[in-house]
């Protein structure tokens, strides 16, 4: 066993039998550490005038590809300072099958012989704080972002995400690290020192702890924080309502000692403002969230009128998976001719939902009994997107943004919405927005959840049915919702989040 800096890796640059790339490595190279191929900051290039980034993010949903917003965000904006000649690295967990996924894309690039694979194991603590072996993979990705992940499979129920913020909020408080954050902690420190990055992204209380208590990091790197979600906030009335959220008011000097702080929407800058006396920068997710990384071209405009189906993402409380139910159940009703409320014509749509981390099996069964069609989440929207007439956002709680909206509209595709949090900018103010009774954060459950209010859902089926039941209608407003939204992303400033990291540089 091999010992860094307090940070125990075994066998790191052997190849264990289960590793996707095992066949594609030398014999000699099967017991050589291999550190990724990355600039010196000494031969920083230049870019447009600008002196090289070499920019670590830590991401806190797991997976390579996982169907989180606020993932998909922070990896366009990788994604682009890489682009624009950065060197860049994401902290994060991955699935097996994620590892073997990013092992075929470099294949069909021709790519893998520069992926610099490196692989091992090192121990955590589980909440027991017994010791658990996890395997490791680090490996530059098609994109050229180097990628240091844990095996998410052990480690969603070794050190899960709201295990980590109690233990943070703990470590904020005492000034004392508990065991099990200290070598998770001691993980990413040793990777960070190896990186020597210039700045550091992240969106969670755990990595801002941690980032802010290793002095070569906070004297020497720019810190910048990231708002995804209004419970990242220590104080105000949604401080810690979602599980991985803010944990202690005692956090709010660590904002305020941040170098840099981004909110995504104009509505979580408001919030920040109000509640916390923070004074984020406003920018919003990168254009590259939304076109193809590979091509950079524009997603295609989609004509979906005639395939009746009705979708929402992620069905869940706080998504307003109540308003999606109630409205796959009045579309089983037939329609009474008396009913002035609903057209004549309308038919019996198709309901379909995709679930994702806000679903549980009580719900999907809810759904399912109610005619919904049940599917898997995928990485790759494009053949879902070509299926969905109209798209139905109804969240209850304040959405940061709501990529999914925004999305949606680039492809030409109607989005039902809620007027809450972001909702409104993500649609570019595109109707239909209908008012909903909102969670109020401080009106909880007693196990901490909160508390889902009733709601009405019958604006919800009448600007479904002006939608399904005419073509010209629905054609127009496709073209509004693809028209407004793209003019409005084609006017981004795609430099603009590596102009304000520049601008941050110790």
Known sequence: MNRFSGHDIESEGMTPRSSPAASDRSSQDHDVYQHPRVVSPDHA????????????????AAGLKPPSGGFRGNYATLFALAKHGHTTMQFCWAFQKDVHAAVAELKAENKLHEAQWTWGSTYMLDVNSTPVKVTFWKFLNVHGVLCVALDAEVMIPTYPNHIQQEDAAVWIESGTQPARAQKYADWMQYHLHQFEPTHVIFNDAFASVVTANVPAIREKTVRVEVIHTLEQLPVGPYAGGISGGAQTPAGLPLFRHLDGLVAVSMA????AKEHCGLEPEMIPNHAWSYKDKDTGDWPRCRQNFAKQNVVMINPAPVKGYQI????????????????????????????????????????VKDLQTAGVKIFEPVTD???????????IVPSLWQEAWGLIATEAQLRGIPVI????????????????????NAIYGTKRNPDGTYVIPPQDISPWMRELDILLTDKDRYNDRSHMAYSITRQWVRQFDIRGMEKYLLSLRK
């Open 381 to 391: 929207m494009e053949p879902v997107y070509d299926n969905i007439s109209v798209l």
């Open 268 to 271: 979580v800058q408001k919030y």
């Open 324 to 363: 999606f139910l109630g409205m796959a159940r009045k579309n089983k009703q037939p329609v009474a001719e008396n009913n002035w409320d609903e057209p004549l014509n309308r038919s019996v749509y198709n309901f379909i939902a995709y679930t994702s981390w806000g679903s549980n099996p009580e719900m």
């Open 417 to 436: 919405a809620s007027d809450v949090g972001g909702l409104p900018e993500a649609k570019r103010y595109v109707g239909p927005l209908i008012q909903v």
């Open 45 to 60: 290039q230049h870019v447009d005038g600008y002196r090289e980034m070499r920019v670590a993010m830590v991401q806190t």
